[in-house]
Structures are given as structure tokens and as C-alpha cells.
């Protein structure tokens, strides 16, 4: 009877634990973006404590609470430099990692990330382009708009390119997306050659990528690009769920695979260009963050989008923190942090995944 009882509760006990621990990650994710935010906002060259961080928040929405300030350049370093840049790491860093789970699903690979796939190079191509053309191009919708209307077209080419008898291969997804890259990377190199000193200095910019040209005006442009972005995955989600049981299945459930993929295809090409218009080209965050959410959450899609969101964006906020704090009065890249410590963790992640199953086959 014991066996049966321990048996029959098992199923049960299970959906508990996974209730448990996705409760744990969420409050453990939403916790750490706070306090990483808070610390962000602290650290430079102005001196601020958390005390008066929160005081200038609660001052600026008419609560006369906490402490202002102390420093008299304070509270316009905190809302002009300090908080666009945070918000900023926010968004790119949850664009990315929302933009990376949705890949991985719609392709069922964990290789299936914007930046493999060439969504990051062609965005980076529109808007390096745009910095050429300069004067009047320059102006931030205009940028934001070339970036977007380069990755759609680029996400277009690979998927037109990658599909066989009327299907998506996803090793010729990543094939392509491997050569998209490359005419990516000349163009952007011919483009450098061409370009004046100052349009070079940003181009140069963008490969590195940085935050330090955050402002209220850019956060007020990828803001609802990724916000749209996050949310139309989110209401994706349940097909993604289908479509993980097979292409068959999914169709014998109603689901339209092509059109599933279309639209996950556009929504990448949203999020990834309201990432890329202002920060350069990201390596890892929409690669990593998705495959770690996966090993922890599981495979649901709404569950992981939203952890992806979340967890993308604390990764970019330290990733951030750490590139204006490692060097004394340097503003480090912030694409070269991202590469140099998301390769070796998802190679990491990979190994374990591989030991898991059994070892290298």
C-alpha cells in the first residue's frame, strides 16, 4: 500500500516542485534585477547611496520621503546619466534573452540564437549604413528604423534561403545565418572604409558595443519595440509549447508551423533591432540566458520567455556594472565582456547538458 500511496502521490508531489521552483527563480530573478539596478545607479563618479537613489525616485513621483542627494550634481547625474542607462541594460539585456528563448523554440535547437543566425549583423548593417549617409539619416526613429527594416530583411534571407520542400531546416537556418554574418561583416568593414572619422568612430562603436550613449530619448524608442516584442512572444507561447512535439503533431493540433515561424521570425527582427539600434552588436545574452532558463524552469514557453526576459536582463545590468566599474575611469566594451564570459559559461552549460545524456557522442 505504501508503494502505491508513494506511487500515485508522485505525479502530483512533482507539479508542486516545479510550482516551488519557478516561484523561487521568479522572486530570485526579479530580487537580483532590483538590487542590481540599485548598485548601477549608485556606482560613479558622483558618490550616491542606495538611501538617496530611492529618495530621488520617491521625490520625482511627489513623495516627499528619504533622503535627496547629497551631492549637488547628484540628482541630474542620477536621472540624466545613471537611470537611462539602467533602464536601457534593462530592456536590451530582456529583448535579447526573450529574442534567444523564442528562437530556441521555434527551431527546437539551443543553437538557435539572434546573433548565430545573422539578425544582429544585418541590423547592425542598416543603421552602420545610416551612419555613413549621416546628417538628417542620423535622427534616433531613423536609425531605429533601418536597423529594424535591415534585420527583417535579414531574418527574410535566412529563412527563404534555409527552407526545403516546403520546410525550415534548422542546420541550413544556422548555416546560412553563418554566411549572413560574414557579408554582414564586410559590409560593415566597407562601410568603416568609407565613412569619415566621427561616422567611423561610431561604427567602431557598434561593433564593440556599449551603453554609454544612454538617454531618455533612445530608452523612449526601444521601449516599445521590446515591450511589443516581449509581449507578442508571450502570447506565442502556447504554439511553441505544441510545436515542441513534433511538426506533426503540432499540425494535427492546428498549429500553421510556417506562420508560427514567420511570426516568431518578425518578432526576433523587432526585438533584436530595438537592441541593436543603440548598443552595438551583443553577443551570448540571447544564447546563454535561454539554454541556463531551460536547464532550470524546463521547457514551457510563457514560463521561460518571461524568465528569459527577466534573466537577459540581469545579466546585461551586471554585464554593464562590470564594464564601467572593472577599470578605473574606463568605460569598457560591453559586446567584449558578454563574448569573453558567455563562451566559456555556455561551453560549460553545453559539457553538462552532454554529461547528462551520457557523454560526447
Known sequence: MTAVTDSTATPGSKKEAGARRSTVVFVGLIVTLVALALVSACLGQVPTSPAEVIGSLLHRIGLDLGPMPAHPAGDVTLWQVRFPRVVLAMLVGAALGCAGALLQGVFANPLAEPGVIGVSSGAAVGASLVIVLGGAFTAGWALAGAAFVAGLITTA???????????????????????????????????????????????????????????????????????????????????????????????????????????????????????????????????????????????????????????????????????????????????????????????????????SQGGWA
Not at 228 to 234: L, S, T, Y
Not at 240 to 262: C, I, K, M, N, T
Not at 265 to 291: D, E, M, Y
Request: net charge positive; hydrophobic share 60%.
Open 157 to 355: 534571407v535566412v529563412y527563404a534561403l534555409s527552407r526545403s520542400n516546403g520546410r525550415t531546416e534548422v542546420v541550413t537556418v544556422i548555416l546560412t545565418g553563418v554566411a549572413v554574418n560574414a557579408v554582414a561583416g564586410g559590409l560593415i568593414a566597407l562601410f568603416t572604409f568609407v565613412a569619415d572619422p566621427a561616422a567611423r568612430d561610431q561604427i567602431v562603436f557598434w561593433q564593440l558595443g556599449s551603453l554609454g550613449g544612454a538617454t531618455w530619448e533612445i530608452v523612449s524608442i526601444v521601449a516599445p519595440l521590446a515591450l511589443a516584442g516581449i509581449a507578442a512572444a508571450i502570447v506565442l507561447a502556447p504554439k511553441l509549447d505544441l510545436l515542441s512535439l513534433g511538426e506533426s503533431v503540432a499540425r494535427h493540433l492546428g498549429v500553421d508551423v510556417e506562420r508560427v515561424r514567420q511570426a516568431a521570425i518578425v518578432i526576433v527582427a523587432v526585438l533584436v533591432s530595438a537592441a541593436v539600434a543603440f548598443t552595438g552588436i551583443i553577443l551570448f545574452v540571447g544564447l546563454v540566458v535561454p539554454h541556463l532558463m531551460r536547464m532550470v524552469l524546463g521547457p514551457a514557453h510563457r514560463r521561460l520567455i518571461c524568465a528569459s526576459a527577466l534573466c537577459g536582463a540581469a545579466t546585461l545590468l551586471a554585464a554593464d556594472l562590470g564594464a564601467r566599474t572593472l577599470v578605473p575611469n574606463a568605460d569598457l566594451p560591453l559586446g567584449m565582456l558578454t563574448a569573453l564570459v558567455g563562451g566559456p559559461v555556455f561551453f560549460w552549460m553545453l559539457r553538462r547538458t552532454r554529461a
